[in-house]
Every structure is written in structure tokens, then in C-alpha cells.
């Protein structure tokens, strides 16, 4: 295996990053479940380079175990569902791709309905909600078809970026702390995020389109994360489908959903792991 590390180095061209390389690739199997692209990227590869790095990656994965992510019987990574069932009962997988290694758990009513009530209006009536244009729509000058905030830690000045928008960062309030601590405690976590997007959509008009959330500021287009979403107010179907591959370039906004569930006020339901192979929407 350590023949065919330096096969992809040499025909890549990163022999300039050889030795960095070789300082985190100590043998073949570290070849094929550590590295990502952010590895190749912190040692200096270029963003294009890494990514065509990472296709022979995959299919020397895909020799080794039929796939292109580790499996989690070489990669652990336990589940929500499975961390959360030993903290409340009601948690269960809605999405398991174990070839992808994509994952959704959902917890129904796991926030008590008055609880979840006084959130709701808390988030509706005291953030100061952003009214955003995304490339879509500054061409028209309209704003996105919902409200957005990003609310960080104290001392955080990350800026949330996405599709030609630049949402700047809201220093978390006591309550959005209160709601985030309840939702980890809930799912079995013992990592806090340090910092939340929330979104407002006003009624059954508003919507989010076909995405990913693979944003350079969380890694998620190329390491494994895991994303908790709390669902307040009205039931609202989140759709999914899996991403097409690089010879449907420019297609991935057509087609049907190939699965659907609803959120519904007080459910938690999380991405995990390498998720963003997925595309998502709600109000498609």
C-alpha cells in the first residue's frame, strides 16, 4: 500500500509535499481512512489538486472495502441514534447509507411542546433576523425565501457563507445557549458546537432549495460532522436525494427526492458523517 501512496503522489504531481505527506501517511491503511482533502489542503495541495488526489483515493477504497468512504468497522463513528437511545428512547435512524457513509437520526417530540412553544417565540421576536440575497435572487432584487441568523460564540468572528451570501455572525443569546446545551444533551453528544444557523421560515411559502452544506467553514464536503437541527412551528417535509456524479455536472438541482420525512414541532434531527454526498431541501 505504501507503493501505491507514492504511485498517486508522483502521478499527481505532489512530490513538492512529499514529506508532509509521509509524515501523516505512516502506512497504507492510514491511506485509506485518514486521508482527506483538508489534509492534502493543510499541507499546501491546492483545492483542485486534492480533490483529483482524493477520486484515486476512493477507488482504491472501493477495491479495498466496495466503497468510497471507510467503513465504520474500520472508521468507529457512532450514530445519534445510537449514542442518544442511552439517553431517551425514541430515537431511530431515518436515513442509514452505510456505502456513503451518510447517516440522519430523528428524535420525535423531543422537546416538551410548552418548552418548545417559548423557543419558538423567543427565536421569532428577539433576533435580530437577517433579510439575505443569494445569487439566485440579486439578479431579480429579491431576498431569499426565509430569514437567517448565525449566532457564534463570544469572541467568534466567523462569517457563514453560501452561495454568494455572507451572513455575518450574532453573538450567541442566553436562550439560543439554553436550546443548543438541551439539544446535545439530548442527542448523547459531549461536544458543544460553538455556533448555530437558524432560519425562519414565515409561513408555508418559504423554503430552502436543493443544497449541501459542505461550506469550507465546517468541513463537511470532505470529513465527517455532525449537524443537530431543532424544528419548531409547522410540520415541514425535508427532502433528500444523493448527489449525482461528475459526468451529471451542472443536474443535481433535477430530479425527484429519492426519500422524505416530515419535522414536526419539538423533533431533533441530525446529519452525520459524510452527509453532504446528500443534497436536501424543505418547501421544494
Known amino acids: 500500500m505504501q507503493l501505491l501512496c507514492s504511485e498517486i503522489t508522483?502521478?499527481?504531481g505532489l512530490d513538492r509535499w512529499k514529506r508532509q505527506l509521509v509524515a501523516v501517511l505512516?502506512?497504507?491503511?492510514?491511506?485509506?481512512?485518514t486521508l482527506n482533502e483538508g489534509v492534502l489542503r493543510r499541507v499546501g495541495v491546492p483545492k483542485r489538486k486534492a480533490k483529483e488526489v482524493m477520486n484515486d483515493v476512493e477507488d482504491l477504497r472501493r477495491g479495498a472495502w466496495a466503497q468510497p468512504e471507510p467503513p465504520r468497522e474500520e472508521v468507529p463513528m457512532p450514530t445519534v441514534a445510537e449514542l442518544g437511545s442511552k439517553v431517551r428512547q425514541g430515537w431511530h435512524h431515518v436515513l442509514k447509507d452505510d456505502v456513503l457513509r451518510s447517516y440522519a437520526s430523528m428524535c420525535r417530540s423531543a422537546v416538551p411542546q410548552d418548552l418548545a412553544w417559548r423557543w419558538f417565540e423567543q427565536l421569532r421576536t428577539q433576533l435580530p433576523w437577517q433579510d439575505l440575497c443569494d445569487e439566485r435572487y440579486q439578479g431579480e432584487g429579491k431576498h431569499i425565501p426565509r430569514r437567517t441568523i448565525f449566532t457564534v460564540f463570544n469572541g467568534c468572528n466567523c462569517v457563514?457563507?453560501?452561495?454568494?451570501v455572507a451572513v455575518k455572525p450574532t453573538i450567541e443569546p442566553d436562550f439560543v445557549a439554553e436550546i443548543r446545551k438541551y439539544c446535545v444533551g439530548i442527542s448523547g453528544l459531549t461536544t458543544q458546537p460553538n455556533c448555530c444557523n437558524i432560519n425562519l421560515y414565515r409561513d408555508g411559502h418559504d423554503s430552502v432549495g436543493w443544497h449541501t452544506d459542505d461550506e469550507e467553514l465546517f468541513e463537511g464536503g470532505y470529513k465527517d460532522i455532525t449537524i443537530l437541527s431543532l424544528s419548531l412551528g409547522a410540520t415541514r417535509t425535508f427532502e433528500v436525494k444523493k448527489q449525482p456524479g461528475p459526468s451529471a455536472?451542472?443536474?443535481?438541482?433535477?430530479?425527484?427526492?429519492e426519500a422524505s420525512?416530515?419535522?414536526?414541532?419539538?423533533?431533533?434531527?441530525?446529519?452525520?458523517?459524510?452527509?453532504?454526498?446528500?443534497?436536501?431541501?424543505?418547501?421544494?
Do not use: N, W
Open 261 to 284: 420525512f416530515e419535522v414536526r414541532h419539538g423533533d431533533i434531527c441530525t446529519m452525520e458523517g459524510m452527509f453532504q454526498r446528500f443534497l436536501g431541501g424543505i418547501g421544494l
Open 249 to 257: 455536472k451542472g443536474k443535481s438541482h433535477k430530479g425527484p427526492a
Open 160 to 164: 457563514y457563507k453560501y452561495s454568494g
Open 26 to 33: 505512516r502506512d497504507g491503511h492510514s491511506l485509506l481512512t
Open 10 to 12: 508522483l502521478r499527481r
